[in-house]
């Protein structure tokens, strides 16, 4: 299975890769998550990213692109995996199809207005990166995981959300043609439960 989950910020890609990684036995592979770790550990990686992810704006192609090559180039990736926030333009999907046959693209939609309330509460582990939502977690005991400090994310600031959204509606939608075109894309509609939203794209996906 090698899937690719794209939709707006706040859809929920991030906690529905998660599921479906589990579900199937296949790598999660979210870019936010692997520059969010360079940036705490402070890598030049991370030191490069984090002014792009600050200000809402993509890190450049060709340093995304590189990273995904990578990290798909390692043996845990060859039966398959979930790609979240991958690709974000034409230009990295065409990059990814130089690399690997992707089976499916899952299209989470989700109204802009639901997107912004759930970017505001939500609430992530400074330590291990579990997320959470203020609407349906409780958020005053810290991480349920490893009982880390609960925070908000550096880059969902009103202004950076805004400068995301934008940039999703400019750059990321048109591959929802460009992969409804090629017959692999699943609609999937993100505005349920959790648990609604994943029987939904386990539906089909078989
Ligand atoms: P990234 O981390 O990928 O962020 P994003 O695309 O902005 O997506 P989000 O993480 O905001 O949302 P999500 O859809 O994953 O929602 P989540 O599951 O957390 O990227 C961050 C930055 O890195 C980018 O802005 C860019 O700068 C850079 N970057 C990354 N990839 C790049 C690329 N390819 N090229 C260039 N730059 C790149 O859910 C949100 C909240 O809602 C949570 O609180 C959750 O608990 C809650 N929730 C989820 N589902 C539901 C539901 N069904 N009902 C109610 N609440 C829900």
Redesign the pocket.
């Given at each position: 299975m090698k899937l690719i989950i794209i939709?707006?910020?706040?859809?929920?890609?991030?906690?529905?890769a998660k599921l479906i990684s589990e579900k199937y036995n296949i790598p999660h592979i979210?870019?936010?998550?692997i520059?969010?770790e360079n940036i705490r550990e402070q890598t030049d990686l991370g030191k490069t990213?984090q002014e792009?992810?600050n200000r809402?704006?993509?890190?450049p192609?060709n340093i995304?692109n590189a990273l995904v090559h990578s990290r798909l180039s390692t043996q845990d990736c060859f039966k398959g995996f979930i790609l979240?926030?991958?690709?974000?333009n034409i230009e990295?999907a065409k990059a990814l199809e130089r690399l690997v046959n992707v089976d499916k693209v899952i299209y989470?939609e989700l109204a802009e207005n639901v997107a912004v309330s759930?970017?505001s509460?939500?609430?992530v582990c400074e330590s291990c990166g579990m997320?959470?939502?203020a609407?349906?977690?409780d958020v005053t005991k810290g991480c349920t995981k490893c009982g880390g400090k609960l925070m908000i994310r550096d880059?969902?600031t009103p202004d950076a959300v805004r400068n995301?959204l934008a940039l999703f509606r400019q750059q990321t939608k048109p591959l929802v043609e460009y992969y409804a075109q090629k017959n692999i894309l699943i609609n999937v509609n993100?505005d349920?439960?959790?648990e609604?939203?994943f029987v939904d794209i386990i539906h089909g996906l078989s």
């Amino acid at each position: 299975m090698k899937l690719i989950i794209i939709g707006p910020q706040g859809s929920g890609k991030g906690t529905q890769a998660k599921l479906i990684s589990e579900k199937y036995n296949i790598p999660h592979i979210s870019t936010g998550d692997i520059f969010r770790e360079n940036i705490r550990e402070q890598t030049d990686l991370g030191k490069t990213a984090q002014e792009y992810i600050n200000r809402g704006e993509l890190v450049p192609d060709n340093i995304t692109n590189a990273l995904v090559h990578s990290r798909l180039s390692t043996q845990d990736c060859f039966k398959g995996f979930i790609l979240d926030g991958f690709p974000r333009n034409i230009e990295q999907a065409k990059a990814l199809e130089r690399l690997v046959n992707v089976d499916k693209v899952i299209y989470l939609e989700l109204a802009e207005n639901v997107a912004v309330s759930r970017i505001s509460s939500r609430r992530v582990c400074e330590s291990c990166g579990m997320v959470y939502s203020a609407l349906h977690d409780d958020v005053t005991k810290g991480c349920t995981k490893c009982g880390g400090k609960l925070m908000i994310r550096d880059d969902d600031t009103p202004d950076a959300v805004r400068n995301r959204l934008a940039l999703f509606r400019q750059q990321t939608k048109p591959l929802v043609e460009y992969y409804a075109q090629k017959n692999i894309l699943i609609n999937v509609n993100g505005d349920g439960s959790i648990e609604r939203v994943f029987v939904d794209i386990i539906h089909g996906l078989s």
